[in-house]
């Protein structure tokens, strides 16, 4: 008797399994959608760091997109570079703008040498949880942290820390200019600018809005409001916010007559060749 329960038990659940399955494959059969075989085209272009710079959830939404329009029109993926846009755009059967490169660069000079140790903090090393906590361990409250934030962020790779400065190296060969290290720093002290030509660069390395006397206190690499740069500068791309200098980098011919006058070297240089005396990040060797 118990056999025959056991058996009438397994049938029951066979036949149930078997309408169960045959249920299933009826919708997916019905509610299937087939895939356009370019996105799966474009999505091998890119490179599935799936970091959001693009502006959509990841590399397949971004590639469904592309699909969608069917063109790469107003569309960039940083990572994919000017190649992999060109080449995804032949996909399409279209052409593609000249895209300028970009890449990122920190705006803070304030080395562990030019910044004091001023308190002690004991908690997790994230420069969000740091900054929220206060102004952090070093003289000036507006620069780096070092925790390392950024360089989490990073999906290629392009960012460390020195340990010599205490500061994060950006890799300009590796750098994309996605932005997404910027959205994590809890000072805005990555900004994303054009790579200019030949990778070169001049920026202010330099976030503290205070008056010189007081940031110079903080920081010996401060920016102190002079004005000597902005007198030096002949295509006036050099301009005074309040106490702070800013290079705008489309009026920038890349001159460095501004570099030689800045009195703390609070202006930094990227991808040109080694100058003695001159703070050259990335520097090309002469």
């Known amino acids: 008797m118990n056999m025959d329960i056991v058996l009438i038990a397994a049938i029951v659940l066979g036949v149930i399994g078997l309408l169960s399955a045959l249920v299933l494959f009826i919708v997916a059969r019905r509610f299937s959608v087939v895939e356009d075989g370019r996105v799966v085209a474009v999505e091998e272009l890119l490179p599935g760091a799936n970091c959001g ?21 107003s569309l960039l993926c940083p990572g994919a570079g000017q190649e992999g846009m060109a080449k995804i755009a ?29 308190a002690v903090y004991e908690g997790p090393r994230s420069c969000s949880v740091v900054n929220r906590a206060g102004a952090g361990e070093l003289s000036c409250a507006f620069g780096c942290l070092g925790c390392g934030d950024c360089v989490a962020a990073c999906a290629f790779g392009a960012l460390s820390i020195d340990v010599s400065t205490g500061l994060p190296h950006i890799d300009a060969g590796k750098c994309t200019g996605c932005g997404m290290c910027s959205l994590v720093c809890p000072r805005n002290l990555i900004e994303i600018r054009p790579a200019g030509p030949r990778g070169r660069l001049v920026w202010v390395a330099c976030s503290n809005p205070e008056k010189g006397a007081v940031a110079r206190r903080g920081c ?24 702070l200098a800013r290079i705008d980098a489309d009026k920038c011919r890349l001159c460095r ?18 100058v003695s005396g001159e703070n050259v990040v990335n520097p090309v060797k002469s």
């Not at 007559?257 to 080694?274: N, Y």
């Open 257 to 274: 007559k501004c570099v030689a006058q800045c009195p703390t070297g609070a202006i930094l240089t990227a991808g040109f060749p080694e």
């Open 53 to 73: 710079a693009c502006g959509y959830s990841g590399c397949h939404a971004f590639a469904a997109e592309c699909v969608s329009r069917g063109g790469v029109d």
């Open 90 to 118: 032949a996909i399409m059967g279209g052409g593609i703008q000249s895209v300028v490169p970009k890449v990122a660069v920190l705006r803070c000079a304030g080395e562990c040498a030019r910044r004091h140790k001023v």
């Open 220 to 243: 010996e690499a401060a920016c102190i409001g002079c004005g000597k740069c902005v007198k030096a500068c002949p295509f006036g791309a050099v301009m005074l916010n309040g106490a």
